[in-house]
């Protein structure tokens, strides 16, 4: 593992003022321009392979703001009413709600190097890290994006734990632009754990890009490669684009057994691995898998390598529904099929208003000697309140003038509208009973189990987000190793929620637990949060109580603990 293995990624590295040594060459390639060309070659062929799906996520989320109606339409309607009647971000809260009430907890399992109380402190410290990113709100951010255009993603970053210490952290990270992410075009898995690569772009002003990387400056380009960066999009008008450049690559390592059944990579510490675990019976040589990063622009190295031993890269991408049709991925959310019936729904809604506007302006058909003298009292007639209108004497309602009432209002439109609606719901599978609209059901039982039916419509996205939050605890527990390896306090937070600090890593201390071996697994649980296990837990030994009042002999301090009121707790000891 590379010295500078554990250097700050993500945000932290977009503002770094160390620039990569001018004769850095990347493992694996001959020069930096043969690197370059490289990037280049794999970001336009992944961009080009994805670009109909791109297009079509911008579109929904457009759609999802309230941009509903097509340009051209809107031309043709200029001066008539164009409503939007934007009820899409409800269906999308529907399914985001969904899925933040159900609190997921991230657990780890020891394999057969793993001690069963390690893993619960790492358990405690991936909550801990949760807690301290907002993890919430970075799953449901993603978790939105992908309800709304089929795509979502968010990224396990390293960083310094404070601006004045050297001991670094670990964080769960937004991306809030989904699009921003360029997969590896081979990647088929729903959260990219397959990815061979991935970028993250950013676009950054041209004075910023001057001011902290001077040494790059786009200004010196020849002016062919000046072109041709430009017409990739390498370098616009609004600023010049940078891109985490993440690759895995594979190293051969020795690998030992040792004389008591420990199996370790051998580095310089032969020795002080021979002095722990006794001398090696068996070696061979093993591929070690790595996370790579570097931060480029399409001509030069910004900063990096930035390097992690783990199975995947740390961008963890959350995807909607896929179908693939000959090799061709189509993903999408819930707005994409939507978006007819929306669009029809405003139209109709939109000619109703219309007819409407026109209705009050009643129509006169009268000879001119009847009305002559009173024109205008009869054009303004529908602009005034006044009941009187008068008429030559010689007028005779009826005959030489006839009121022409306006037509009614068409039925059908609003016949039309709600069949819109209707297909809205069939579309989704959001039916008024999940949306808390009264329906037909009656029966409190057929009422949840039309709501079961809208659950089990959207299990995808839920499945697919769990898978997500799953792979974002391997990486944290991948992670925790390479970080959390020296002696140090760190805050963890066990299940029901308490804050404790623990020492970890300390060799002189047989209570401390060792982080940095041994090999663990993680699970995904989902449910209620602890509070609300707790609250329910509470009000359940009540009833029980109730029943059998003999339980308080028994069990009499777990019912007070469960108890949330002040004193519980004394209480109970």
């Given at each position: 593992m590379q010295e500078n293995e554990k250097a700050t990624a993500v945000e932290s590295i977009l503002y770094a003022t160390e620039p990569v040594a001018k004769k850095y060459i990347p493992e694996g390639f001959s020069s930096?321009?043969?690197?370059?060309?490289?990037?280049?070659?794999?970001?336009?062929l992944d961009l080009e392979f994805d670009r109909e799906n791109r297009e079509q996520a911008i579109e929904d989320k457009k759609f999802t703001a309230g941009e509903h109606w097509d340009p051209v339409v809107l031309e043709q309607r200029k001066g008539?009413?164009?409503?939007?009647?934007?009820?899409?971000?409800?269906?999308?809260?529907?399914?985001?709600?969904?899925?933040?009430?159900?609190?997921?907890?991230?657990?780890?399992?020891?394999?057969?190097?793993?001690?069963?109380?390690?893993?619960?402190?790492?358990?405690?410290?991936?909550?801990?890290?949760?807690t301290q990113s907002r993890a919430d709100r970075v799953?449901?951010?993603?978790?939105?994006?992908?309800?709304?255009?089929?795509?979502?993603?968010?990224?396990?970053?390293?960083?310094?734990?404070?601006?004045?210490?050297?001991?670094?952290?670990?964080?769960?990270?937004?991306?809030?632009?989904?699009?921003?992410?360029?997969?590896?075009?081979?990647?088929?898995?729903?959260?990219?754990?397959?990815?061979?690569?991935?970028?993250?772009?950013?676009?950054?002003?041209?004075?910023?890009?001057?001011?902290?990387?001077?040494?790059?400056?786009?200004?010196?380009?020849?002016?062919?490669?000046y072109k041709s960066l430009q017409a990739d999009g390498w370098i616009e008008k609004e600023g010049v684009r940078i891109t985490e450049y993440w690759r895995m690559i594979d190293r051969n390592r020795l690998l030992c057994l040792f004389e008591d059944n420990s199996i370790r990579f051998i580095d310089d510490n032969l020795d002080e691995l021979t002095a722990k675990h006794g001398r090696p019976i068996k070696s061979r040589v093993a591929p070690c898998t790595y996370a790579q990063m570097h931060l480029v622009t399409g001509f030069d190295i910004l900063s990096g390598p930035y390097e992690y031993r783990l199975n995947r890269v740390p961008i963890v991408r959350v995807t909607g529904r896929i179908v693939n049709i000959s090799g061709k991925r189509v993903r999408y959310g819930i707005v994409r099929f939507m978006k007819d019936s929306v669009r029809l729904r405003n139209f109709w809604r939109s000619v109703a208003a219309e007819q409407l506007g026109y209705a009050p302006k009643s129509q006169w058909i009268a000879t001119e000697s009847a009305i002559e003298g009173y024109e205008d009292v009869f054009r303004k007639a529908h602009l005034t309140r006044d009941p009187l209108l008068k008429v030559s004497d010689e007028a005779v309602i009826g005959q030489n003038i006839q009121r022409l009432d306006p037509p009614k209002m068409q039925t059908a439109l609003?016949?039309?509208?709600?069949?819109?609606?209707?297909d809205m719901k069939d579309v989704t599978g959001i039916q008024d009973a999940l949306l808390g609209i009264k329906s037909n059901e009656t029966s409190g039982r057929a009422i949840n189990a039309r709501q079961r039916e809208g659950d089990v419509a959207s299990i995808t996205y839920y499945d697919n987000a769990n898978a997500a939050v799953l792979e974002t605890g391997d990486i944290i527990n991948q992670l925790i190793a390479q970080i959390y390896d020296g002696t140090r306090i760190v805050r963890i937070i066990g299940e029901d929620q308490k804050l404790k600090f623990l020492k970890i890593n300390d060799p002189n201390d047989p209570n401390s637990p060792d982080l940095s071996v041994g090999r663990y697994d993680v699970a995904l649980s989902t449910g209620a949060n602890y509070t609300t296990r707790r609250v329910e837990a509470a009000?359940?030994?009540?009833?029980?109580?109730?029943?059998?009042?003999?339980?308080?002999?028994?069990?009499?301090?777990?019912?007070?603990?469960?108890?949330?009121?002040?004193?519980?707790?004394?209480?109970?000891?």
């Amino acid at each position: 593992m590379q010295e500078n293995e554990k250097a700050t990624a993500v945000e932290s590295i977009l503002y770094a003022t160390e620039p990569v040594a001018k004769k850095y060459i990347p493992e694996g390639f001959s020069s930096k321009e043969e690197f370059l060309k490289e990037i280049r070659e794999e970001y336009e062929l992944d961009l080009e392979f994805d670009r109909e799906n791109r297009e079509q996520a911008i579109e929904d989320k457009k759609f999802t703001a309230g941009e509903h109606w097509d340009p051209v339409v809107l031309e043709q309607r200029k001066g008539l009413p164009c409503l939007v009647i934007n009820s899409v971000p409800q269906f999308v809260a529907q399914v985001v709600g969904d899925f933040r009430e159900n609190k997921r907890s991230i657990k780890v399992l020891p394999t057969e190097e793993g001690d069963k109380e390690v893993a619960e402190v790492r358990a405690d410290l991936i909550r801990s890290i949760e807690t301290q990113s907002r993890a919430d709100r970075v799953y449901d951010s993603g978790f939105e994006s992908t309800v709304q255009c089929g795509d979502g993603a968010w990224r396990v970053a390293v960083e310094y734990a404070k601006q004045d210490v050297f001991d670094q952290d670990i964080f769960v990270r937004p991306i809030d632009d989904a699009l921003s992410v360029v997969w590896d075009r081979l990647s088929v898995d729903p959260t990219g754990r397959d990815a061979r690569h991935v970028f993250v772009d950013d676009l950054i002003p041209e004075k910023d890009f001057k001011r902290k990387w001077p040494d790059s400056n786009p200004d010196e380009l020849g002016a062919t490669e000046y072109k041709s960066l430009q017409a990739d999009g390498w370098i616009e008008k609004e600023g010049v684009r940078i891109t985490e450049y993440w690759r895995m690559i594979d190293r051969n390592r020795l690998l030992c057994l040792f004389e008591d059944n420990s199996i370790r990579f051998i580095d310089d510490n032969l020795d002080e691995l021979t002095a722990k675990h006794g001398r090696p019976i068996k070696s061979r040589v093993a591929p070690c898998t790595y996370a790579q990063m570097h931060l480029v622009t399409g001509f030069d190295i910004l900063s990096g390598p930035y390097e992690y031993r783990l199975n995947r890269v740390p961008i963890v991408r959350v995807t909607g529904r896929i179908v693939n049709i000959s090799g061709k991925r189509v993903r999408y959310g819930i707005v994409r099929f939507m978006k007819d019936s929306v669009r029809l729904r405003n139209f109709w809604r939109s000619v109703a208003a219309e007819q409407l506007g026109y209705a009050p302006k009643s129509q006169w058909i009268a000879t001119e000697s009847a009305i002559e003298g009173y024109e205008d009292v009869f054009r303004k007639a529908h602009l005034t309140r006044d009941p009187l209108l008068k008429v030559s004497d010689e007028a005779v309602i009826g005959q030489n003038i006839q009121r022409l009432d306006p037509p009614k209002m068409q039925t059908a439109l609003h016949q039309e509208a709600e069949i819109n609606v209707q297909d809205m719901k069939d579309v989704t599978g959001i039916q008024d009973a999940l949306l808390g609209i009264k329906s037909n059901e009656t029966s409190g039982r057929a009422i949840n189990a039309r709501q079961r039916e809208g659950d089990v419509a959207s299990i995808t996205y839920y499945d697919n987000a769990n898978a997500a939050v799953l792979e974002t605890g391997d990486i944290i527990n991948q992670l925790i190793a390479q970080i959390y390896d020296g002696t140090r306090i760190v805050r963890i937070i066990g299940e029901d929620q308490k804050l404790k600090f623990l020492k970890i890593n300390d060799p002189n201390d047989p209570n401390s637990p060792d982080l940095s071996v041994g090999r663990y697994d993680v699970a995904l649980s989902t449910g209620a949060n602890y509070t609300t296990r707790r609250v329910e837990a509470a009000q359940a030994m009540m009833d029980a109580v109730q029943v059998w009042p003999d339980l308080l002999a028994v069990a009499g301090d777990l019912v007070a603990k469960a108890q949330d009121w002040p004193g519980a707790e004394k209480l109970a000891e």
